[in-house]
């Protein structure tokens, strides 16, 4: 497993550029933009397509995509197939992503843009019915009772921009099965956010210390749920399961994950998870 939910060994948001968009640092060779090119994934963009490795649950992404074609759903790539060199082919959605995300955050619109826009996600991915022995990142089967097919890293490194109105979501490698809230815990983690003001100001692009709890509640109620209560505990628990996962796969000798743990991420990560909890009155 190349990166299981790859962003969580992302040290800050400075190292950030998975987006299909961010250009920053493309590379052009015989004809392709190289968007990434790492010791685990390589992607590159020609013309208005996008080329990436192919995975084990490739086919089930595509089913899910072409699921959000066919419901209207406007924000997602088309998938095109696999091309000669067993590259998945995906329609390119032209506008600012990677590290360039963070800040269309910052403002409450775009805040409020980039929760409604995973409440549509979710909204349009409802009927989704995955095909027969559908298989993902986490594991295999389809949606159970009150789940739907999460995008499962929806960051904003992760949504594709066009000043801050969000056009697209890109890298749909984790998404599987769970309850709604496994994506708003995780976007609240990056946007509330879960970091402390010294991140905030030097990676996050916010001018001052946020407020915390107003972004909260911001976020909460532009994705249409009634109460804040009980998503402090949901976001804990989430960084305590991500923190969890890259453990148990630097064990099993998965990459990037081993290199991740090497370099002290759990640290990194386990203290984040201290800073969550011992800061619980700046978001409730």
């Known amino acids: 497993m190349w990166g299981s939910l790859a962003v969580i060994g992302r040290r ?20 392709e933009e190289v968007m990434q090119d790492d010791a685990h994934r390589r992607v590159v963009r020609i013309g208005d397509t996008v080329r990436r490795p192919v995975q ?11 699921h959000l074609e066919d419901v209207g759903f406007g924000y997602a790539p088309r998938p095109l197939g696999i091309d000669a060199e067993g590259r998945e082919v995906l329609t390119f959605i032209k506008g600012d992503s990677g590290t360039a995300g963070w800040a269309k ?28 022995g559908a298989t993902w990142s986490a594991g295999a089967g389809g949606p159970g009772d009150h789940e739907v097919v999460c995008h499962g890293d929806f960051g904003p490194w992760n949504v594709v921009w066009q000043g801050d109105q969000p056009v697209g ?22 946007v509330a956010p879960f970091r402390d003001d010294a991140e905030c100001l030097r990676w996050l692009r916010y001018p001052a210390p946020p407020d915390r709890r107003r972004r909260l509640e ?14 402090v505990s949901a976001v804990i ?19 990037p994950q081993a290199t991740w743990v090497a370099d002290g991420l759990l640290a990194e990560l386990v203290d984040r998870i201290a800073w969550s909890r011992a800061s619980r009155h700046l978001f409730e």
């Open 105 to 132: 955050v910052v403002g409450e619109q775009g805040l409020r843009n980039f929760a409604r826009l995973l409440r549509d996600y979710h909204d349009a991915c409802a009927g989704f019915s995955p095909p027969s």
């Open 56 to 66: 084990p649950w490739t086919p089930s992404v595509h089913a899910l995509l072409r």
């Open 237 to 255: 628990a989430r960084q305590e399961d991500n923190a969890d996962l890259v453990h148990r796969l630097a064990e099993q000798g998965c990459e």
């Open 218 to 231: 911001v976020f909460c109620n532009a994705y249409g749920l009634d109460a804040t209560v009980g998503i």
């Open 169 to 190: 979501i890109i890298d749909w490698d984790f998404a599987h099965p769970a309850p709604r809230l496994h994506d708003v815990a995780y976007a609240l983690e990056y």
């Open 12 to 31: 800050s948001a400075k190292s950030r550029c998975r987006g299909l968009g961010c250009l920053g640092s493309v590379n052009r060779v015989a004809g």
